[in-house]
């Protein structure tokens, strides 16, 4: 009998996507598809699934409670056949160009012949596939910051799937440090690191912020609101003088109270994207 699996979809957006992700994969959930307004999970099949369908429903209802301005909406399970699932993630990930000098693309597609600095990221393991409007643009703002001088050591803080600091070491960075919390992301980084045969250039670590002593002329933090602002003294501290620190995952409307939050920053450029808002600041001299 051929193998079979379990689809889970679930209309969400917004900054919720992220633990819902993260919460599938502690589950079990081997592929994950996000959309704009929604997401698809695919779990391997068994008969017996009275533990799984109610552990996700008062996930969800605990996340509504958490993000009231955040929509959550309906879910939807069902069973597919194994090549229908194979192909159902698979085909939603393609090489992209990411600004002017990077190349994104899964391990299964041999990326084109391109001068572009070429990032291998595996999908279906973690989160931070180049797809997202706040990733991009993270991506974005580094590019331009390496596109002069590059800066000797850069510090990206809640890395997920490790894509900003393996792009920050294409781009010329010669010392990164990335940190985690989440286990499951960090081994999804650890395999991405290796994918890129740059796991000797970044030190992927689940040290917390607070221990880091050094400083860095780069920052990025491309992560939520409720957990960057409980940071801001230790992101502010490891920030270099006169250097740049890049945040993102953050909504239009929270950005202004970001931007007062680092109120010894100058905010240097914004990038919207949709809903999206990433900062660039300068720490003074």
């Known amino acids: 009998m051929a193998a079979r699996w379990l689809e889970l979809f679930i209309q969400a957006e917004g900054p919720v996507q992220d633990p819902i992700s993260n919460f599938l994969v502690e589950h079990g959930s081997t592929g994950l598809v996000c959309g704009d307004r929604s997401l698809r999970a695919f779990f391997p099949y ?10 996700v429903r008062q996930y969800l209802r605990g996340l509504r409670d958490i993000f009231p301005d955040c929509f959550v909406g309906r879910t939807r399970w069902r069973v597919v056949a194994e090549k229908n699932w194979h192909d159902a993630w698979r085909d939603h990930f393609k090489p992209q160009k990411v600004g002017r000098r990077l190349l ?3 391990p299964w597609i041999p990326p084109p012949e ?35 001088t590059v800066p000797a050591r850069a510090l990206d803080v809640g890395t997920g799937s ?26 999804a980084a650890d395999a991405n690191l290796k994918l890129n ?8 670590t689940g040290m917390s912020l607070g221990r880091v002593r050094r400083r860095f002329p780069l920052v990025v933090a491309n992560i939520i609101l409720e957990t960057l602002l409980p940071m801001a003294p ?52």
């Open 114 to 148: 391109t001068p572009r600095g070429v990032v291998f990221i595996e999908p279906a393991m973690a989160f931070g596939t180049g797809t997202h409007e706040t990733t991009r643009c993270c991506l974005e703002f580094i590019e331009e910051l390496c596109a002069g």
């Open 46 to 55: 068994t008969p017996d699934d009275a533990v799984l369908k109610p552990a």
């Open 104 to 106: 994104v693309t899964p």
């Open 197 to 204: 045969g740059l796991d000797g250039v970044i030190t992927l």
């Open 162 to 187: 490790g894509i900003l600091a393996i792009g920050l070491a294409r781009l010329g960075v010669r010392e990164v440090l990335a940190l985690d919390n989440d286990p499951v992301a960090l081994k």
């Open 234 to 285: 230790s992101l502010t501290r490891c920030v270099a003088a006169r250097g740049a620190l890049i945040l993102s995952g953050l909504l239009r409307a929270q950005a202004p109270a970001v931007v007062r939050r680092f109120e010894g920053f100058r905010l240097e450029r914004r990038k919207d994207r949709n809903e999206w808002s990433t900062l660039l600041l300068r720490k003074p001299p």
